[in-house]
């Protein structure tokens, strides 16, 4: 069975980084092109970044693009998002979510992580 365990979220002041991790176990972490998605208090989960199988096509996000990096180490089945200048707006849980091909929808991801809190004060 295929899992995504997310890690390094925390709280962190505005205008500071933090990175969140995500590694898959039990699968082919290299066949799977990988997203991150956020959700504040509400219903919806909004996109932020998605890289495919090798990497070499990445979107992000309008909100995220220029402070947010999406990256992967194929080697250690992780895919990463380095997050800098953080705003109180991207407090959210973050979840890394694995699919065929990169989308921005999360419709187009089957399996999913349980998600990360990051908390940014202002």
């Known amino acids: 069975q295929v899992q995504l365990v997310e890690s390094g979220g925390g709280l962190v002041q505005a205008g500071g980084s933090l990175r969140v991790s995500c590694v898959m176990s039990?699968?082919?972490?290299?066949?799977?092109?990988m997203g991150w998605f956020r959700q504040a208090p509400g219903p919806e989960r909004e996109f932020v970044a998605t890289?495919?199988?090798?990497?070499?096509?990445?979107r992000y996000g309008d909100s995220v693009k220029g402070r947010f990096t999406i990256s992967r180490d194929n080697s250690k089945n992780t895919v990463y998002l380095q997050m800098d200048n953080l705003k109180p707006e991207d407090t959210a849980v973050y979840y890394c979510?694995?699919?065929?091909?990169?989308?921005?929808?999360?419709?187009?991801?089957?399996?999913w992580g349980q998600g990360t809190q990051v908390t940014v004060s202002s």
């Open positions: 039990g699968g082919t972490f290299r066949d799977y092109a």
């Open positions: 979510a694995a699919g065929g091909g990169p989308s921005l929808s999360p419709d187009a991801y089957t399996i």
């Open positions: 890289i495919s199988r090798g990497g070499p096509y990445i």
